[in-house]
């Protein structure tokens, strides 16, 4: 089976992207959905992050205390990325894991970080969703409520978008001029027939 990413900026439009995929029927693993989910139920995953931010990283119920894990990490860059050597070798597990159990010709994995991890080297295929800065700012604000100044602070964790491109295989512009879903139809018959021609 064929592994594809899909990658890009925040606010591209990556999840938008993966869901139309998922209506083409296609199997999508959402990779920080999962590695939210990871740091409440891996308990190894959870007895590092305890030994790296404390217990009160956790609430007594066992899930994830957000506001306290956010605001070390988010004042401590080197702290952030010892929090990302734990998280991001075990989503990596865990989606090569899921990609073993999917059974159609190919498989995705959306991830707001491939090529900053070593992610991308288990993927056969990685696209990138392209957006103009401006437009991605415009989006996130609306989507998440927040400042012009904090999406720039969480750009600053992702590799630059011409960068991005050139690393990727292929690219689909989400930048409100040219329509997604053709795009995406064409990588999805092109990736059937890839499929195709490997040795099962
Ligand atoms: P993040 O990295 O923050 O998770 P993302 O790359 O997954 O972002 P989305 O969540 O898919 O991006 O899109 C960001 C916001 O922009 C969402 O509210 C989405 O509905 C909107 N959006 C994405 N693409 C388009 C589009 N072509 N037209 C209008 N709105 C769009």
Redesign the pocket.
Known sequence: MLKVGIT????????????IFQLLGIPVYFA?QAARSIMQTDPEVISQVKTLLGDEAYLPDGTLNRVYVAKRVFQDQWLLEQLNAITHPATIRDAENWMKQQHTPYAIK?A?LLFETSAFHYLDRIIV?Y?PRAL?IQ??M???HVSAEEVKR?MLQQIAPEIAIRLADDVIY?D?QRA?IPQVLHLHQQFLAMANLRPS
Do not use: F, P
Request: no cysteine; proline share 0%; hydrophobic share 30%.
């Open positions: 890009g900026g925040i606010g591209s439009g990556k999840t938008t992207v993966a869901r920080d959306e707001a969703v957006a991605r989006r996130v609306q989507r998440d969480r989400n409100e997604v």
